[in-house]
């Protein structure tokens, strides 16, 4: 009877411990100067994306890049590897050097969504990003939602609120680094 115990014991522990590890969920946390940015993940609706952003997050490839586009009213964008660089004339340029095919979904471009940047293809999107500060439905279905704020939106509020230049380029570097944690 012990025996029987201590094996039911064991099997229910067991399944405790492996159902907490298979549904430990990955977020990003986007670290800058005026703090943290807590992110989640839509795996369902763009794996893609998902997997490109985490990929590229967990070699370190967003670290030391900037927000280099901030735009009141709209958004705050990232994500750019020619931001390493105080040479503006190239920031929002760059890219990881290959593009993934673009996941449009139904996903609205509402305060707060995470979403990925391109040029006039729609399956251009490499690494840069943006953060949706202000609902902006006019994005909806033209560019891949993959994801959506948790925590720190007020961070996102004083970067996008930042003194730029004509570019819309922050005139003071808000650099970022970017990791990929299991919540």
Same mark, same amino acid.
């Given at each position: 009877?012990?025996? =029987? ?7 229910? =522990? ?170």
């Amino acid at each position: 009877m012990k025996a =029987l115990i201590r094996n039911l014991v064991f099997i229910f =522990l067991s399944t405790l411990l492996l159902t907490t590890v298979v549904s430990a969920k990955e977020i990003a946390v986007i670290e800058t100067k005026f703090g943290k940015i807590g992110v989640e993940f839509f795996e369902g609706k763009a794996p893609g994306h998902v997997k490109n952003f985490k990929d590229l997050a967990k070699k370190g490839f967003y670290d030391g890049t900037i927000f280099h586009r901030v735009i009141p009213g709209f958004m705050v964008q990232g994500g750019d590897p020619n931001t390493k660089s105080d040479d503006r004339s190239n920031h929002g340029m760059g890219g990881p050097g290959y593009s993934i095919k673009a996941e449009f979904n139904d996903t609205p471009h509402k305060r707060g969504i995470l979403s990925m940047a391109r040029s006039q293809d729609p399956n251009s999107a490499g690494s840069q990003f943006f953060i949706v500060v202000k609902d902006a439905a006019f994005l909806d279905g033209q560019y891949t939602a993959f994801g959506k704020v948790l925590s720190g939106m007020a961070v996102a509020d004083q970067i996008v609120n930042a003194p730029r230049d004509g570019r819309d380029n922050p005139n003071e570097r808000i650099e970022m680094k970017v990791k990929v944690i299991n919540r």
